[in-house]
């Protein structure tokens, strides 16, 4: 009696899943995705950086963290200065927004020296960029890929941007021209807000452990925000996995392999449960996929 | 220290919140859409018919669903008469996903008699349907809306259906040709997966409450299925508003008003916060304003 609803099983996974039980009762005919990413050769995997994932152990769970310096470099040089020295150690997660956002800050500290400004990394130049662009029509601009990383462009202003989608990380900031100084990031837990491109400085995006903190309470104040610090989840440690020994490796697809095609075209070309394929996909669910190092 | 990251706060909202109070340490100059809702006459606004409200409560919560007869008139028929015989009484959430899906059933019960096949009421007929079109490009067909309902719509096959969007509600179903019969139904609690756009029978969508529902932790199993009865969060009851006494009355937006259109304009040209401007809007982030009649 209990409906699968095999269609949802469909939805783009941030981790390449294992691959269903042989015992399975259903056969997995509609994710044709999984077995793309299960038959990727090596070449078709980019290593990720240990030096740029944050390493967030909570009182939910641990997320990981990958922080873009292509696209922030002085933000990303700001956050990781602030990990390497702890000021993240003992933060809280002060606010989470119901189809928004969670956001969380270093740890309070008066005596901490004022950043100094950072300049406005809402976006960048695209030269030196190798973008793959989607073949799907977009709503706010021309979407595509650099290099493991969902993006946008704009031809007239010769720009691109990380774009705001689920489980993309962002700097927290005041009206302009206040930039944010890294203390405080936040990421997306609801539907991708992509009127924030280029409006703020995105710097990563969750490599797993987002999970728990999506299902953290909705604060009950204004915009989500927690009313008192019992109601904060506790941060207890921030690290880059860099500093850790033996910390496991993690890679991402590369954008600009004919495996990144192929799961693209499967996902906007959906079989099995679907009756009627989309013929196009939403750059937010074409979801870059990430595993631990094989 | 706190920064409030007011980009944040112009997040479409689901409900038409409270203007904020006088003393408010910053202006809302980025939320115009507020203030055109605040400001909407009443001729503005449509009734929502407390047939089509279904009150569920759970063990985290009430949520208010409101049901669209015009989409799924069978599947809305069949629902209303499962809740009506208390048939959801007892029921379980059994499945939540990540950036996917809420999923619940009806109250497991052997000696339901099976239900008739219901029509496959993915898409209908464009004719008798006010259709309100998006200004903006949509990656998925022409997107717009439907007296209150975000939608969209297919010339060339005639026919028009309720987007997938935060939100929305949906009935499981198995393989075709089953169409599901009203007893599992799921709500989307990530980013909106269009690609079930047409595939599926959608019946409505969230009116109030959905936040701790998707606050609920993810299940464990594969799709975000609980694995035993305990994880489970329990439906207490379900009734439809027209059966209590009282019971609030909800208004929803005229989609076709000069207030809505007001309102996604300003959500596509976002000030104060913001130094770029999208000039464009995606479908699922121009929520329909809904509220307690006044």
New interface residues.
Partial sequence: ???????????PL?LA?AP?PAA?PEPPVYNAADKIIADAPASHWLAINPDDIMVMDTAAGQMLIQLAPAFAPAHVAAIKALVRTGQFDDGRI????????V?W?AR?DPTRPKAAPLP?E?ERPLTGLSFTPSP?????AEAGFVSGWPAARDPATGTAWLAH???TVGV?????PDT?DG??L?TV????????????ANVGRVLAG???H?????GTE??G?YKTDTQMTKIRRVRLASQIAGFPRWQMMDTASPSFAAINTA??N?I???????G??????LRVPVRLAP
């Fill in positions: 009696m209990m409906r699968q609803l095999l269609a949802l099983a469909a939805a941030l899943q269903p399975a002060v606010r989470v927004q119901d189809n928004y956002v956001q800050t309070p406005e809402y799907y029509k977009d709503t706010y989608c689920y489980a927290g900031r005041d009206n302009p944010g203390t405080e936040y837990i609801g539907h991708g807000p992509r009127h924030l491109d280029r409006n703020i987002i999970e728990p999506a299902a953290l309470p909705r204004a915009l925000f996902r906007a959906r099995g449960f679907f009756t009627r394929p989309a196009a996909a939403d750059l937010c669910t």
